[in-house]
């Protein structure tokens, strides 16, 4: 695909003067891909509320890949990649189509690096679980950007800026992770308890959030020099990675605003962002 024809596919997609708001969902057990709960209601009225998009791209803290890769498959998989949980989640399946054309264009945005393109992959449940609540109808193109997890923060912060103009051709990008994160940790015996967090684990949401809303994206690349609670909150940088193409993509107009900023077990937030 030259160019030109990127350019002919992606002004095909949709206005110019629609620009999609970029998300970071906090994804949680996957366990909310199939229940009526706070987090996935608000995910649902977020998917009617935001402007119908052409295709959906994620960033999923569940593909790490060495290189970078994207989604390229016509049909791509709903994979249950997990374990210990009811019959019922392992019976879910989210049909929605891929877009090899999108992958492709996508791919040729990226000049830092060489973006592969994958048909083996498919939808994990950072990406299922929250997508089919937004679109239940799996009427929406899906793909998967995958995480080269032997990259350092900025890495991620830069690749995506490289991807900023799907923004105003129909995609809606979401980062889907959680900024909080330290399974060891959780106190399982307070799971249901609403909004429940260890002391680190409100200091660094409370860090995190200002931090976003203030536009300081140094500090949020360089996290692990914020503090120590920094450590305990993210004893793996997995979760937190698609928090930073989030905030590659977010550009001088954008406005920030929180939502599902709950806290889980302890040790895992919920707190999802919205910009622009």
């Known amino acids: 695909m030259s160019l030109h024809d990127f ?83 392992f019976d879910v399946q989210y049909p929605a189509k891929g877009s090899f054309e999108l992958a ?32 239940p109808n799996a009427d929406i193109p899906v793909l998967q950007l995958s995480i080269d997890y032997g990259r350092p923060p900025e890495y991620h912060y830069e690749l995506a800026k490289e991807i900023a103009s799907l923004r105003k051709k129909g995609v809606l990008i979401i980062g889907s992770g959680n900024m909080v994160h330290n399974l060891r940790m959780v106190d399982w015996q307070k799971l249901n308890e609403p909004n429940y967090g260890f002391d680190w684990a409100i200091e660094m949401n409370d860090i995190f959030k200002q931090k976003i809303a203030d536009g300081n994206h140094k500090a949020l690349i360089d996290y692990e020099n914020l503090n120590k609670a920094a450590k305990l909150a993210i004893p793996t940088p997995d979760h937190y990675y698609p928090l930073l193409y989030n905030l590659g993509l977010q550009d001088n107009n954008d406005t920030i605003s929180f939502f599902n900023d709950k806290l889980v077990g302890g040790s895992l937030n919920m707190t999802s962002v919205k910009i622009g």
């Open 7 to 89: 350019k002919n596919w992606t002004d095909s997609l949709g206005e110019e003067d629609i620009k999609h708001p970029v998300l970071f969902i906090g994804h949680g057990s996957p366990m909310n891909g199939i229940e009526d709960n706070e987090f996935s209601r608000t995910w649902a009225k977020m998917g009617q509320e935001i402007t119908r998009p052409k295709a959906v791209l994620v960033i999923s803290a569940h593909w790490l890949t060495r290189g970078t890769h994207i989604t390229a498959m016509e049909k791509p998989k709903t994979i249950h990649d997990f374990g210990g949980f009811p019959q019922a989640l």
């Open 104 to 135: 492709e264009a996508t791919s040729k945005l990226v000049t830092s690096t060489n973006v592969g393109l994958d048909h083996d992959w498919g939808l994990d449940h950072g990406t299922w679980t929250v997508v089919r609540h937004m679109y």
